[in-house]
């Protein structure tokens, strides 16, 4: 996947003058210490500058961290600290940064071995409030070496993904399909996040396309896919076009990604791109997924933006499935009813036309898309990829704009259940615990629209922190509720 970063935190220690500054520097060896021990060094870079009481300090550690490539930060309170120059150092680092403090070592050294760091973290926390200065506080900050190499460790899928929202550009083609006000949402909260975009018309894209027929790369492509593809290939009279619509769209993101480190697409799929194309493009969009691009149906910007997020923090394949349908009962009854932990209300099927990469499914097969088909003719419905997704952990999420500009977002785990689903596209039965009830009163309550994101594992405790440092109001963070705990809009008698 190389669409998505490989960062480095720099560690620097810091100390209040009154404590040894040795107690802090030797506490931030033993910590760079551990999480080599039990990580990846190069995940790290030990900052040999001490930030004492000292503004000038805190501009040789900000100047040393990015002179050594450091595009997060670990301010690390080896002692109690010094509030103003540590605070400062959080306030002018550019990128993702956290702070946590070193636990006391010893109930035999609480003489000059105590470094009061505990209490530091209230005011390094205070004074980050007075800066409007944004940082990645652990759910308990406080630890030894170990504890705190963990810390870290759990930070750097966050800081990645704030990293690469400040370095992402999103290309869109085309307006939403007619009828289809589902996924607009303003794109001023883009901007404010740091991300750029890139609107473009269709008929752009179709140039673009018809300018690569006979492009010297497809033969090559289509081998690939057929290796892809394998005994799922039910398609082969279509791929020299898919081959060229991939290489249009590759081109297309090294011509116009300008400044950015990032892109992601989402292109306007239907109703007039099959019968121009000749094709649909959902197997390229899962292909161009698979390797670290998003691609979302529908000029679904924020879906893009979501499975990107997701892409970084699980360093994985995502995708994005519309919140589709109902788990029939009888279904329900023969399959999952007793042989696994969930009511018939917390299944339903998630389901697109066939975004999702070979590597999340089942089983796949290229075939025709079989909405499309009822209207057109099969020919120019060719190119999606059928298969029940692979069972497991998933985490279902999205983050969303409002109609009037507010950041919203939701996090909901659960899992791919075993469970054939007898139907079409790249769909699987999922369960989710008080799916019901979340569907309610988050999915209808907060309108997000059918599209949800879908990270294959349990992520939700990262993306609930990077929501959180990206501006998304706590409040408006919706997760599944459990049993017994009423949402605001739930009816107490219900």
């Not at 760079?32 to 503004?55: G, M, Q, R």
Request: aromatic residues 10%; contains cysteine; proline residues 5%.
């Amino acid at each position: 996947m190389n669409n998505i970063p490989e960062i480095k935190i720099g560690i620097v220690a810091v100390s209040r003058d009154c404590f040894p500054a040795s107690l802090a520097e030797n506490r931030r060896k033993a910590l760079v210490k551990a999480y080599a021990d039990k990580y990846d060094a190069k995940d790290i870079y030990e900052c040999p500058i001490t930030i004492i009481e000292s503004e000038i300090d805190m501009v040789n550690a900000l100047e040393d961290v990015k002179k050594n490539g450091c595009e997060a930060l670990c301010v690390f309170l080896g002692n109690f600290g010094p509030e103003i120059s540590e605070t400062l150092l959080a306030k002018h680092f550019d990128g993702p940064k956290m702070f946590c403090a070193a636990a006391e070592e010893s109930q035999n050294d609480l003489m000059d071995g105590r470094g009061d760091a505990y209490c530091g973290m209230l005011n390094a926390s205070y004074n980050l409030a007075l800066r409007n200065t944004k940082a990645y506080i652990p759910e308990y900050p406080v630890g030894d070496a170990e504890d705190c190499a963990d810390m870290i460790h759990e930070f750097l899928p966050i800081a990645k993904a704030v990293y690469a929202l400040q370095n992402l550009k999103i290309i869109s083609f085309g307006p939403r399909p007619m009828n289809f006000l589902a996924c607009n949402a303003p794109i001023k909260q883009l901007y404010n996040l740091g991300v750029e975009i890139e609107e473009n018309s269709e008929l752009d894209l179709f140039e673009s396309f018809k300018n690569h027929a006979g492009d010297a790369r497809i033969p090559e492509v289509v081998e690939d896919m057929k290796k892809d593809l394998g005994s799922g290939n039910k398609k082969p009279e279509v791929l020299e076009k898919l081959a060229q619509y991939e290489i249009t769209l590759l081109d297309w993101i090294e011509a116009h990604k300008g400044y950015r480190k990032f892109v992601t697409l989402t292109t306007k799929c239907w109703p007039a791109f099959q019968t121009q194309f000749g094709f649909v493009p959902c197997y390229v969009n899962s292909r161009l997924t698979g390797r670290g691009i998003p691609v979302s149906c529908e000029v679904d910007i924020y879906g893009t933006l979501s499975e990107f997020i997701g892409t970084v923090i699980s360093n994985d394949a995502v995708t994005l499935l519309d919140i589709n349908n109902s788990v029939p009962k009888d279904m329900y009854k023969e399959s999952i009813e007793g042989k696994f932990p969930y009511k018939h209300t917390d299944t339903f099927m998630g389901f697109h036309c066939g975004n999702t990469c070979t590597s999340k499914l089942s089983f796949h097969e290229m075939r025709y898309q079989k909405i499309m088909a009822r209207n057109l003719p099969i020919e120019v419905t060719n190119g999606t990829l059928e298969g029940d997704i692979v069972p497991g952990e998933i985490t279902f999420y999205r983050l969303q704009s409002t109609a009037d500009s507010k950041l919203r977002a939701y996090i909901a785990q659960g899992e791919v259940l075993p469970v054939a689903t007898k139907s079409f596209g790249s769909i699987g039965v999922f369960a989710i615990k008080e799916m019901g009830r979340f569907y309610r009163h988050v999915l209808i309550e907060k309108n997000f629209p059918h599209h949800g994101a879908v990270a294959f594992g349990n992520w939700g405790k990262q993306l609930f922190e990077v929501f959180k440092y990206i501006g998304v109001p706590v409040e408006e963070i919706g997760y599944n509720q459990p049993a017994g705990v009423k949402y605001p809009t739930e009816n107490p008698w219900a």
